[in-house]
């Protein structure tokens, strides 16, 4: 198949490229792809639920602040620490989400918020386990027991989050085309019409939710281990604009989409920031731009295209 | 046995009776028309029975089963379908998916995760039926918010028949419809009805539907039953002619 073929030319493409990239560029292209991760798993409930969170930065943040915590005070490997902690979010995720899911809408999206700065707050006040406004720092990347030293170098992380990113996007793809994927549909297009069709939706919000989070929590964890340290900023309400801007750029309900969203994020802010202090206007434009001009973002303009003609020619 | 039974169903909305200690029975195979005026509480006599209100009074038994306190997915799953007096459709999916997703919600695995062919294939199966006796199969491939408002009230119809339900709520199917739109649905519906495996409860507007396709009906007034029997029975009762004012006689025949 075409989706296939396309996925292992990409996948084959981002294997090569430590062979051909400088280091720097190697860092850029890592941080990209935890982004992508992150923006991917944003997408299970923006894009196919319509489930439309302000507050996503809380699974990044606390995934982030669990495997920190875990690798600086435990003895777990890396692999061990990002898996805990990916769970760990999932976990949480539950809990928020049966009660966000009591509102819908904009009470909904308020709640996510808030309790991502509920999260937010605490990381001042129990400084103990979070360091406080300094975050927890030097978080080492601990090989495992089975000799997964190659994890912990620079290219042999890079390898483990695009790993982990075409294992997430997978379950994500088979999730999004499954009778589950179905009714998330339906509740993205009319939830009271689904809930009459007798379909417990909350039951489904709250899965997506936590999975959502789970994911996110994954890329949070990743992050930690990738730079080294976490701190406040990651829960801030900042990363979660941004990580919407990125879906939304990228196209919503398409999954590749926030994936190139998150890159180009990452690289326009890159490039931009290296010529003018105010990036971030230059960024909110571009925003303005997308949603205006290209709805459905990158890729769903892309795949729009690529849809029409091979329909025409059977 | 009914399988229906509606015992002193009553709901108030603050100071307002909307539906009033309403006593009904609906057997298989038998086509209950509710009728009264706008605002006479039929919608909410659905709400009632589909669980989407709690009653203040009264209870619901579906199958000598207690439906009262079942939320509506559940009374769904017990095999009671309905319909909505608004168009209520999923709007950029296709007719048939529309109906497919009607469907899957019967299916004990309407839920898995991952994978589903063989879910979506009896889905599909079942929808495809009931897109077929409906006359929709022409359109199946269309968005459905593309579709006349004629062929969405159909498929409002279809979906609720692709759950293969035992009790169908129908509410107002002809509302808003052309005359010669009404016609061919009420064609269509006859023939559906005909087949009597099917328990139905038909709240309209337009007497003419109601006397060519009810065999009994409960006409409310102000919420409460003051009349209840056959077509012919409900059209001489004097209680009735005196809300109506001859409304009735004028569509019969
Ligand atoms: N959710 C509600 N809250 C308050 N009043 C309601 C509600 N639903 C219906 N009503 C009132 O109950 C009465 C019956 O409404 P309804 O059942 O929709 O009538 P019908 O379907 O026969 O036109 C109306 O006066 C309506 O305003
Ligand atoms: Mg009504």
Redesign the interface.
């Known amino acids: 198949m075409g989706a296939w073929r396309g996925l292992i030319l990409v996948v084959a493409v981002l294997a090569l490229a430590p062979l051909g990239l400088p280091p720097y560029m190697m860092t850029l292209l890592t941080e990209a792809l935890i982004l992508g991760l992150f923006a991917m798993s944003l997408d299970l409930m923006v894009g196919y639920t319509r489930l439309v969170s302000f507050g996503h930065a809380a699974a990044y943040g606390f995934g982030a602040y669990c495997s920190g915590w875990l690798l600086i005070n435990t003895d777990l490997s890396l692999p061990s620490a990002v898996f805990v902690a990916a769970i760990a979010s999932g976990v949480l995720a539950i809990g928020v989400a049966w009660v966000c899911t009591r509102s819908t809408g904009v009470s909904f999206s308020m709640l996510t918020l808030a309790f991502a700065q509920l999260l937010y707050a605490i990381t001042f006040r129990w400084t103990s386990v979070t360091g406080g406004s300094d975050g927890l720092a030097g978080i080492p990347r601990r090989p495992g027991p089975f000799g997964l030293t190659a994890l912990t170098s620079k290219t042999g992380f890079y390898f483990f989050v695009l790993g982990l990113l075409v294992a997430a996007f997978l379950l994500c793809r088979?999730?999004v085309?499954?009778?589950?994927?179905?009714?998330l549909?339906?509740i993205r297009?009319?939830e009271?019409?689904?809930?009459?069709?007798?379909?417990?939706?909350r039951a489904?919000k709250i899965?997506v939710v936590a999975l959502s989070y789970a994911l996110g929590g994954l890329a949070g964890a990743l992050y930690a281990p990738f730079a080294g340290f976490a701190n406040s900023e990651l829960l801030f309400w900042l990363l979660s604009g941004q990580v919407l801007i990125m879906v939304i750029v990228g196209g919503a309900g398409t999954l590749i989409g926030p994936i190139l969203g998150a890159a180009f994020f990452m690289f326009a802010q890159h490039q931009l920031s290296s010529y003018t202090e105010s990036w971030a206007i230059y960024f909110g434009m571009l925003f303005i731009f997308f949603v205006l001009f290209v709805p459905r973002g990158i890729w769903g303009s892309v795949a729009a295209r690529l849809r029409r003609p091979a329909a025409d020619g059977r | 046995m009914a399988l229906l039974e509606c015992e002193g169903l009553t709901r108030r909305f603050g100071g307002l009776v909307a539906v009033s200690s309403v006593t009904m029975q609906v057997a298989t195979g038998e086509v209950r028309a509710v009728i009264g005026p706008n605002g006479a509480g039929k919608s909410t006599l659905f709400n009632l029975i589909n669980g989407v209100l709690p009653p203040s009074a009264g209870l619901v038994r579906f199958d000598g089963e207690q439906l009262t306190g079942l939320t509506p997915a559940q009374v769904c799953q017990r095999g009671v379908s309905r319909t909505f007096q608004l168009t209520a459709l999923f709007p950029e999916m296709t007719v048939r998916e529309n109906a497919s997703l009607a469907a899957q919600a019967r299916d004990a695995q309407r839920w898995l995760p991952f994978g589903g062919g063989a879910v979506f294939h009896r889905a599909r199966a079942k929808a495809d039926a009931a897109l077929e006796r409906l006359g929709l199969s022409h359109v199946a491939d269309r968005p459905a918010g593309l579709l006349s408002h004629g062929d969405q009230r159909l498929l409002e119809v279809a979906m609720a028949l692709a759950q293969e339900p035992r009790l169908l709520l129908l509410d107002e199917p002809t509302q808003g419809l052309s005359v010669e739109e009404t016609q061919q649905a009420v064609e269509t519906l006859k023939t559906l009805l005909a087949g009597g495996e099917l328990a139905v409860v038909l709240v309209e507007h337009d007497m003419e539907v109601v006397f060519r396709l009810a065999h009994k009906i409960t006409v409310l007034h102000r919420g409460a039953v003051i009349a209840d029997g056959t077509p012919e029975e409900v059209k001489a009762d004097p209680g009735v002619q005196a809300a109506y004012l001859g409304d009735f006689a004028d569509a019969a025949d």
């Open positions: 088979q999730l085309n499954s009778p589950f994927g179905a009714v549909r339906g297009e009319n009271a019409k689904t809930l009459a069709l007798g379909y417990n939706t489904y899965a």
